[in-house]
């Protein structure tokens, strides 16, 4: 069996500026890779412009009045309606720069308490969130050059490290894996049937997992809610990332998206197959003192509900004697990043429902700190 190509070599391929067809016809790993790259590229620059070139895509002017593009030709300039860039880019973008600080606080934490080390692997879900753990990772290798196994189904990961790469060697070695076949445009995710193969235990078993969500609500009665907005094909990916077994599973969760999970959900609790042999540990800021009331309410009330005795009954329910649960809910200051309370659900010895605040002056902190001490 050959040696699989590096991750920049499969990008390179599938954007036909590279060409390695011997390895391709004695390795049908890479082959696919390659292939499902190609197809997910195709497909979403059909679906944006009349090029099927992905870096010209990528040179799109990010004035938002303009309706066109120039592509590498100079001469060959694309026009755009303006309605098709807003439903695609400018949707990311807004994602990206929505309560970015706060992400970049929830990032910074869950990179420092994942504690990955030279030769372990992580699975990071799409969204802007855990694009910003991407980007904390990748500094974090650039300092300690740790090589790392990725995998990832979030195209802007992809794109990040693909251009990076030819600017570190570090990223360059580090192995980058697309989990999916099909490009979602509108949301920048890869989805397909071919993660769940691919993070088969046999194939790969990560030391961390990063999802993101579009809300979560504690529910005595229905359970942890979790909520998705890309349809049944990111459902299944969702719930995917919460049977693979690993070591550490962090949820990211901006204070806005407590309390609230719009139409699509799904209570984590039940899932078959949930894998709780590693913490669950939900990463989420306070609401700012300014913060919509209605966004300062539901949190409050979720943060109520998760630590009555009737959730945790829903995380201990029919769960064999040896088996471990261990859910944490770690909440930061939306100013300075800082641990302010954590909430914890355990069926450890010497542990049960749990509350501590934590702040870098204890002697300040006298029991839980609520929306009014912003």
């Known amino acids: 069996m050959p040696n699989h190509l590096p991750a920049a070599d499969v990008v390179a391929i ?5 060409s390695k067809p011997d390895h391709l016809k004695e390795c049908h790993e890479c082959l696919l890779e390659v292939q499902a790259l190609k197809s997910a590229i195709s497909s ?3 679906s944006q412009c009349t090029t099927n070139s992905i870096e010209d895509k990528l040179m799109m002017d990010n004035n938002h009045e303009s309706n066109e593009v120039t592509a590498n030709n100079e001469h060959d300039v694309v026009e755009y309606r303006a309605e098709e860039k807003k439903s695609v880019w400018q949707f990311a973008l807004r994602q990206e720069r929505f309560e970015s600080e706060e992400k970049e606080f929830i990032s910074s934490r869950v990179v420092k308490d994942a504690g990955l080390r030279d030769g372990e692997g992580v699975v990071l879900d799409a ?12 500094e974090s290798i650039k300092r300690s050059s740790t090589l790392l196994d990725v995998y990832t189904n979030s195209f802007q990961i992809l794109r990040d490290w693909e251009v990076s790469s030819r600017e570190s060697p570090s990223i360059s070695a580090t192995d980058v894996h697309i989990l999916g076949t099909k490009l979602d445009s509108a949301h920048q995710a890869f989805f397909g049937d071919i993660a769940e ?13 990063v999802l993101g969500t579009s809300g979560i609500r504690f529910d005595p009665n229905e359970g942890l809610l979790f909520g998705y907005h890309a349809g049944i094909q990111e459902r299944a990916f969702k719930q995917l990332l919460m049977q693979v077994k690993t070591k550490k599973r962090f949820i990211l969760a901006s204070a806005s998206k407590v309390g609230f999970t719009g139409a699509h959900r799904f209570d984590v609790l039940s899932l078959q197959d949930l894998d709780l042999s590693a913490p669950l540990i939900l990463v989420s800021t306070h609401p700012k003192q ?8 539901r949190f409050d009330e979720s943060f109520r509900m998760a ?12 769960r064999g004697t040896d088996c471990t649960v261990d859910f944490q809910w770690i909440l930061l200051d939306p100013v300075s990043g800082q641990e302010v309370d954590r909430i914890r659900i355990t069926n450890r010895e010497n542990q049960a429902v749990g509350f501590s605040a934590h702040n870098d002056d204890s002697k300040n902190v006298a029991g839980i700190k609520t929306q009014s001490s912003y």
Not at 14 to 18: K, L, P
Not at 127 to 138: D, P
Not at 290 to 297: C, N, Q
Not at 307 to 318: A, V
């Open 290 to 297: 300014e913060e919509d009331d209605d966004i300062k309410r």
């Open 14 to 18: 599938a954007m036909s500026s590279s």
């Open 127 to 138: 969204g802007s969130s855990c694009m910003a753990v991407w980007q904390q990772l990748k």
């Open 197 to 209: 193969n691919l993070l088969k235990p046999a194939n790969f078993e990560p030391s961390v997992i």
């Open 44 to 46: 979403f620059c059909h």
């Open 307 to 318: 630590k009555t005795p009737q959730m945790k009954d829903l995380f201990l329910r029919n």
